[in-house]
């Protein structure tokens, strides 16, 4: 009964290349963000989006984009990998209208060499 | 924007010893607070809330208690078992944003 899911759980990219991480939910939930996880540093927030097509940056959104075309679906984008984005990165989704907990997807670990 | 900080990153506690996990937040507008467990490999899962307008919060061996005053909140595990072992994340959401900030995490490790 996966609600959230990421395209791929391990990813290894080289320095330099454009990188595309894809979070699908099927909950119809309007929320949608992107963390990346570190050890000691917990979970930042790069970018979130309340709607189709709407985008806020997060904490650390440098060196990153996003695109939501469709309501299900939130893609994070590294527009030219380095190696300091090596990171495990967790997609979530969440209800509005209210205050509500997130659903995460399982990640994806992203290695730039 | 929010900040939460959370202590200790590490905490090793014997089965049946309860364990407490500590946070502050320093955006008073702050008005919900959720834990999450993250087993290892696994995806971070809800596992209590608590609004502001409440001060404690019980679901049979999990805790939570919220002081707004003080602009802290505690999670206490009780009769802890070996399955409790995970990372655990506090964070903190205000207003109409959603969005949540995170605790850098607390390791807890159940020891028999």
């Known amino acids: 009964d996966v609600k959230v899911t990421q395209s791929s759980r391990y990813l290894v990219k080289r320095t330099g290349e454009k990188v595309f991480l894809e979070c699908v939910q099927d909950m119809d939930h309007e929320n949608m963000f992107w963390y990346r996880q570190d050890p000691g540093l917990g979970l930042r927030l790069i970018y979130f989006?309340?709607?189709?097509?709407?985008?806020e940056k997060g904490d650390i959104p440098e060196g990153y984009s996003v695109s939501r075309e469709k309501k299900e679906r939130f893609s994070l984008i590294l527009e030219s990998a380095s190696t300091n984005q090596t990171s495990m990165y967790l997609c979530?989704?969440?209800?509005?209208?209210?205050?509500?907990?997130?659903?995460f997807g399982s990640g994806t670990r992203l290695t730039v060499v | 924007g929010e900040n939460v900080e959370q202590h200790p990153s590490t905490l090793s506690v014997q089965e049946g010893d309860s364990a407490v996990i500590k946070c502050t937040y320093s955006?008073?507008?702050?008005?919900?607070f959720p834990w999450y467990k993250q087993e290892l490999g696994k995806r971070p899962q809800l596992i209590i809330d608590i609004r502001s307008n409440v001060g404690e919060k019980k679901d049979q061996r999990i805790a939570v208690t919220l002081n707004k005053t003080a602009k802290h909140f505690s999670l206490h595990i009780t009769e802890t078992q070996p399955e409790d072992s995970a990372v655990y994340f506090c964070a903190a959401s205000s207003g109409t944003a959603s969005k949540l900030t995170f605790g850098t995490g607390t390791r807890l490790q159940v020891t028999l």
């Open positions: 989006s309340y709607d189709v097509k709407m985008k």
């Open positions: 979530a989704s969440s209800l509005t209208g209210g205050i509500f907990g997130y659903t």
């Open positions: 955006d008073s507008a702050s008005n919900y």
